[in-house]
């Protein structure tokens, strides 16, 4: 707390801070960038430098080579899949916490269970899950890789929207209440309309979580013709591990979907995630 009251009295400090902070991650990324576009025999002679001969073909190459066009469809089902099921049953969830009355008396039982699921480590349970997986024959398909990343994404989702529902107007509910709403009505029609920039920020990040999965999608898909994106860049890097140029442009390509809904929904998603940030 010293330390933070200290910068506040100086912000070119702060400015400074960020400023490493921000290289950190943006020059990686240009690095990774740059490489994507370059021959292959000048990133041994020049890896980290401007690229001296443009070469955008790696990115088609690599298109074609990596089969991005199934692969990028094989990640599309499991993230929509997965927001489908996980979105609304995580509004259900939080609207029964901040808003019934039921639900706000079993809020720390249900807290708790849930920080227990975030905290526990996937390497604990992913064997049991793999062997009861196999016996319900869910192995080795979309249905249950996307039962899987609900189960994970849904604990985060709750407490994410919960915060959200908990600013809302109660007056609203008890005159709908009055009025003879039933509580499927108050979630779809009052909390859900109120709720939006917090949905919209949970999907995006149920989204990314999907997208970069790589533990359970390695494990439980081993048929190529279904395996995600997170999958097939991890076998296509070591099948082209001399060629960093193609691993590169491979890497950019995977990256670019969730880059661009970021830049899209910048202003939405701050908002969501900040919102709830005042009552919890």
């Given at each position: 707390m010293f330390f933070i009251s200290r910068l506040k009295k100086f912000p070119i400090a702060n400015h400074v801070i960020l400023s490493i902070l921000a290289l950190i991650i943006i020059l990686p990324v240009t690095i990774l960038l740059f490489n994507s576009v370059k021959p292959k025999a000048e990133i041994g002679i020049n890896p980290l430098g401007f690229p001296h001969e443009m070469r955008?073909?790696?990115?088609?190459?690599?298109?074609?080579?990596?089969?991005?066009a199934k692969?990028?469809?094989?990640?599309?089902?499991?993230?929509?899949?997965?927001?489908?099921?996980?979105?609304?049953?995580?509004?259900?969830?939080a609207f029964s916490l901040a808003?019934?009355?039921?639900?706000?008396?079993?809020?720390?039982?249900?807290?708790?269970?849930l920080l227990v699921g975030?905290?526990?480590?996937?390497?604990l349970y992913i064997l049991p899950l793999f062997i009861l997986w196999k016996f319900l024959h869910l192995n080795n398909s979309f249905l249950g890789l996307i039962i899987?990343?609900?189960?994970?994404?849904?604990?985060?989702?709750?407490?994410?929207?919960r915060?959200?529902?908990l600013q809302l107007p109660q007056e609203l509910f008890e005159a709908?209440?009055?009025?003879?709403?039933?509580?499927?009505?108050?979630?779809?029609?009052?909390?859900?309309?109120?709720s939006w920039p917090v949905f919209l920020t949970s999907g995006l990040i149920v989204a990314l979580a999907v997208w970069n999965e790589f533990l359970f999608a390695?494990?439980?898909?081993?048929?190529?013709?279904?395996?995600?994106?997170?999958?097939?860049?991890?076998?296509?890097?070591?099948?082209?591990?001399?060629?960093?140029?193609?691993?590169?442009?491979s890497a950019v390509m995977m990256a670019l979907p969730m880059i661009i809904l970021f830049v899209l929904f910048q202003r939405n998603f701050i908002v969501g995630l900040t919102s709830g940030s005042m009552k919890s």
């Open positions: 955008f073909q790696n990115y088609s190459d690599a298109f074609v080579k990596a089969n991005y692969v990028f469809f094989n990640s599309f089902i499991l993230v929509v899949g997965t927001l489908f099921l996980c979105i609304p049953l995580s509004g259900a969830a808003v019934m009355k039921s639900g706000k008396r079993l809020t720390p039982l249900v807290g708790l269970y975030l905290s526990i480590p996937a390497q899987i990343y609900t189960a994970l994404n849904a604990p985060f989702a709750v407490f994410l929207i915060s959200y529902m709908a209440r009055i009025e003879g709403a039933s509580n499927i009505q108050l979630f779809i029609k009052i909390a859900v309309p109120l390695v494990t439980f898909i081993y048929d190529d013709s279904i395996k995600p994106i997170s999958t097939i860049l991890f076998a296509f890097s070591d099948r082209f591990k001399n060629d960093y140029a193609l691993i590169s442009a």
